[in-house]
């Protein structure tokens, strides 16, 4: 079993719809990383976050340290916000804090 | 540059020739990490690099593989006798400082085709 489970692995979506994306981890981290990945591109950060909630224009994350738990809100999705949407923790303590990275969600917002 | 710069963007070789892939990191970041994704799947950690001490090299796959970096610097992964297994996308990230809240800033990747 992967450290980091995402979920759905494929989403289609129409425009406009409301998109969650999941992340469920098993390790203890320090945070916990969403990324997005364009076809042929390299990855952009998201978001970082240990608690709570981060809002950035539609895109909100949040996170449940308890339930080891965390989501991705697309609202108002549109095609341009098609990529695979990568969740990554960093492990606690160790001497590196490597990220773990989720195996990403392929999502296809359709207009 | 702003950003994380890695070259060459494409490198298509032939099994059994060596490859060196380099990463120009963000200036001031010291934390520096290399990367890999083989098609359909995940990221995989390789090596990190933190100012002058030893190196992280647990994720290297075998041998074959290894990485410098100068100080603060460049780094360059080079991989001996490649094989079409290798064939991937090399991401480098690099981060401020070796805390354990910083974020990565990853670069565009060298995607790598050994034929």
């Known amino acids: 079993k992967n450290e980091v489970e995402q979920s759905p692995q494929n989403l289609t979506a129409q425009e406009g719809e409301f998109i969650t994306i999941n992340c469920s981890y098993s390790?203890?981290?320090?945070?916990l990383h969403w990324l997005q990945q364009h076809p042929g591109g390299g990855i952009v950060s998201l978001f970082m976050?240990?608690?709570g909630k981060k809002k950035h224009g539609r895109l909100i994350a949040t996170i449940n340290i308890q339930e080891k738990h965390s989501s991705l809100h697309i609202t108002a999705s549109h095609p341009r916000d098609s990529a695979v949407y990568i969740c990554a923790v960093r492990s606690y303590g160790g001497a590196t804090n490597k990220l773990i990275f989720g195996t990403g969600t392929l999502l296809a917002v359709q207009p | 540059g702003a950003g994380v710069s890695q070259s060459p963007s494409n490198k298509v070789t032939e099994k059994g020739k060596d490859v060196e892939l380099r990463c120009d990191p963000i200036s001031g970041h010291t934390a520096l990490y290399w990367y890999r994704q083989r098609l359909g799947q995940g990221l995989e950690f390789l090596i990190y690099f933190q100012g002058n001490s030893a190196p992280d090299k647990s994720g290297l796959p075998s041998d074959r593989f290894s990485a410098e970096r100068t100080g603060e610097s460049v780094s360059t992964l080079t991989i001996q006798r490649t094989q079409q297994e290798d064939s991937a996308v090399y991401l480098c990230?690099?981060?401020?400082?070796?805390?354990?809240?910083?974020?990565?800033?990853f670069g565009q990747g060298t995607r790598l085709t050994v034929v």
């Open positions: 976050l240990s608690s």
């Open positions: 390790v203890g981290i320090s945070a």
């Open positions: 990230a690099s981060s401020p400082r070796q805390r354990m809240n910083t974020e990565a800033f």
